[in-house]
């Protein structure tokens, strides 16, 4: 048994536990849809195989989960996972969308030993610039570019809060687009703060500057009507929290198509962020904290109801009480690093250095931290 103590001070606003401005809750992670030919029975079949693959997907955080020997089995099965689903049509298409048993998909993961994702995930701020020839765009919520709608589509697949700039007087006022283009921290991270993201990220997509001589070369030469030109991508991962931090770059992606290899980088960028707080099922760890600040019954409700929602935590139990300080026992679906990371998204427990617990006799260190 592994177990941990931390001393906690917990922020209410109006007595009423608050969701971190840094933190999405992410609707239908349980639902997805896809498009389809018509209503008949092949074709419905066919929908609801890959809705099922969506949602394993969104839930399990990435792609990898569908090579799992215990999912596979279970991929042909989805009229045991389906609650009900329903036809839309949009403009010429028509779409198929399914809803799934939240219930049975989570212990498809506990039974296979997969991470689950939970619902509470980070906002992320995305600053795009594509550069065509000697123009450098910045791709904001309301450009009429067709990234956009890739962006739009690739949030909602993988269940990943991705906010754009508005790229308006405010933002264009702390930060341009060779601000942008050269990755500098300082007002990336300044502009950034209106958005109140967890995470920012940085995409120069580039049909020139970020070529090789030779895919420039070829491109300035021209080809057929039916060539297409190369283009090239890469990404900065930038900390919302702490500006000293270094970025972190990724490898450079190249093709010909910039929906595609926007959408590549995008998967990569969101198996990033998973790893960060992804939960792990293959151990239940017990985590013991103790929460100071509680002076009545409803408040000790409240923190005991804000342990069991949090998607970290497998159960809640109290086992010691001093004055306003009450230990909880946790049993968590997974480390203490993911309970800490979907702590550090909430920010409703403001941990204190050096405060006085009466449970223990003494001061402890610990983390503090306090809501923006």
Known sequence: MIRYWFVFTIIFTSFAICLSTNAVEVKDLYVAKVAVESQGSNDRNRALKQTLRAVLIKVGGHQ???????????????????????????????????????????????????????????????????????????????????????????????????????????????????DIWGRFSQPIYHASKRYQAEAIIVVRLSDNSLLTEEQLITNADGCELLCQSAVALDWGYLSADNVDLPPQFSKRYQGFNRSELLSQALSDITDDIYQRYALSTEENNHFEIDVANIDSLARYVQVSQFLQELSSVQAVRLTQAEGQVRRFSL??????????ASLKLNKVLNQRIDILNPILDEKVPVFYWERL
């Open 331 to 340: 049993t968590l679906l997974g480390s203490k690093q993911a309970f800490l």
């Open 64 to 178: 990898s989960v569908l090579n799992h020997q215990a999912i596979r089995a279970q991929l042909n099965r989805y009229n045991n996972f389906v609650t009900h689903y329903r036809y839309e049509r949009h403009a010429e298409q028509q779409y198929l969308l399914a809803s799934f048993d939240e219930a049975k998909i989570n212990q498809l993961f506990v039974d296979a030993n997969l991470p689950i994702w939970g619902s509470l995930r980070p906002q992320v701020v995305l600053w795009l610039v594509d550069e065509q020839g000697l123009t450098r765009q910045v791709v904001s919520e309301n450009s009429s570019s067709s990234l956009v709608e890739t962006v739009a589509e690739f949030s909602s697949l993988r269940g990943l809060p991705i906010a754009m700039p508005l790229w308006d007087i405010t933002d264009t006022n702390v930060i341009s687009a060779s």
